[in-house]
């Protein structure tokens, strides 16, 4: 009896671990490093793969039928670019959360794809816990940057020409004097989602959210 119960309790907890595991779908040209991830991400216990693409258009069919919770996607694919792709697939699926997953890492090419709806930015090159890390990030509502594009955008100089269209608008809400909840309604985003890109633009200036504010007035940038 008891040797039954804990088979049962072993069944019911390997449900749950299947019930939350985050799935992922990755689209890259390069097999090999879909091969890797993959296998990483599978042995992980916090994500699962449910599909791989090697062109956008084979991704945009598969996203019809099966809807992953996160979207690995790089930049250059064979029949199109990742940054107008990812402004299409976030109007369409407003909620699949997209992680841009390249070897760019230039200002213009990561403001434009944050710029176009992606919830995070990490290179080829980082290691693999970063990637997780990315992951479960931003499953929680929040906008994940690698460490190295941190860096980067820290050394932008001029950092406004690198401001998201999401970053002028929660500037110049707090510049109106709206709290986090509000400013959230208004933006149709989480109160957490709100505070990770306030944290964000705290990183890219290295200064208080109300320095920020006044700069940002005071240079016409909101």
């Known amino acids: 009896m008891a040797e039954g119960l804990c088979t049962l309790l072993l069944c019911l907890n390997c449900k749950l671990i299947t019930i939350y595991m985050i799935t992922v779908h990755i689209t890259d040209d390069h097999k090999m490093l879909i091969e890797g991830i993959s296998a990483l991400i599978n042995e992980s216990n916090i994500a699962t793969i449910t599909g791989v693409s090697y062109t956008l258009e084979v991704c945009r069919k598969m996203l019809a039928f099966q809807r992953p919770d996160v979207l690995l996607l790089d930049l250059q694919l064979p029949d199109g ?6 402004a299409e697939i976030k109007q369409k699926y407003p909620h699949l959360k997209v992680l841009a997953l390249t070897s760019y890492c230039e200002y213009s090419t990561v403001h434009q794809m944050m710029d176009n709806g992606a919830d995070g930015y990490i290179l080829k090159n980082a290691i693999f816990d970063e990637m997780l890390e990315g992951i479960e990030a931003v499953m929680r509502g ?3 940057l690698c460490k190295d594009v941190q860096s980067m955008l820290r050394k932008v100089p001029n950092p406004s020409a690198y401001l998201t269209t999401t970053e002028r608008s929660i500037l110049r809400l707090i510049a109106e004097g ?8 208004q933006l149709s985003l989480s109160v957490e989602t709100i505070k990770s890109y306030r944290k964000d633009l705290i990183l890219k200036f290295d ?9 940002a007035i005071r240079k016409n940038w909101i």
């Open 207 to 215: 200064m208080r959210i109300a320095a920020i504010v006044t700069m």
């Open 178 to 185: 709206y709290k986090n909840k509000e400013i959230a309604d």
């Open 142 to 144: 929040e906008q994940f």
């Open 81 to 86: 670019s990742g940054l107008d792709f990812c």
